[in-house]
């Protein structure tokens, strides 16, 4: 995949200093992942895809002040919206040592003002609330919806990035929540919130 053309066929918009940052952080996490095993994506390819993959729903998102992405990982998709969205403040939330250090790393690299970086389980957060909270590969539906209760109110939206249970999931625990599935090749893009 050619992301650059990709990005730009699927008109997301993009800051000018993107794909050089997207480059650097590339870099970092291919030498990153060599020693502390972060994320399975270990070649050009996979890591094209997620970064597509954490990117697409810029098209369909409304511009949000404050994100919220619960178990970031390596950076996906939080780190990575945080970077197309800088005038988004965007707090990461991973409780692993090794991959918390990463996000912190890439914020001091690049300078990201919008990133904030907790090391910790969401569970143990102070309450404040977001406009979005984004995860994805962390838990079900449910699960999601109980661990990001203090940190929405009824104006606030989620984005949960899944796989094809979404439909399964979603009738189990979306029932007082408006929700509409997106559907990009093998992504199902999970979004809830009342006014969508």
Not at 64 to 92: K, N, Q, R
């Amino acid at each position: 995949m050619n992301l650059k053309k990709t990005l730009a066929d699927n008109d997301i918009n993009l800051p000018n200093n993107f794909f050089s940052n997207i480059q650097k952080y590339k870099e970092h996490l291919y030498k990153w992942n060599k020693i502390h095993n972060l994320t399975g994506a270990k070649d050009e390819a996979t890591l094209n895809d997620f970064i597509y993959d954490a990117l697409f729903p810029i098209k369909f998102l409304p511009q949000v002040d404050s994100l919220m992405d619960i178990g970031t990982g390596a950076g996906f998709p939080g780190m990575i919206l945080a970077l197309a969205l800088p005038d988004t403040e965007v707090t990461l939330v991973e409780p692993l040592t090794k991959r918390a250090s990463f996000l912190q790393f890439i914020k001091a690299d690049l300078g990201l003002k919008n990133v904030r970086v907790v090391k910790k389980r969401v569970e143990e957060m102070e309450s404040q609330i977001f406009d979005l909270i984004t995860s994805r590969a962390v838990t079900d539906t449910k699960m999601l919806l109980k661990l990001s209760q203090n940190f929405r109110d009824k104006n606030s939206r989620l984005l949960f990035y899944k796989g094809e249970k979404v439909f399964d999931e979603v009738n189990d625990a979306a029932q007082d929540i408006n929700y509409k599935i997106i559907e990009k090749d093998n992504r199902h893009y999970l979004l809830l919130g009342e006014d969508i």
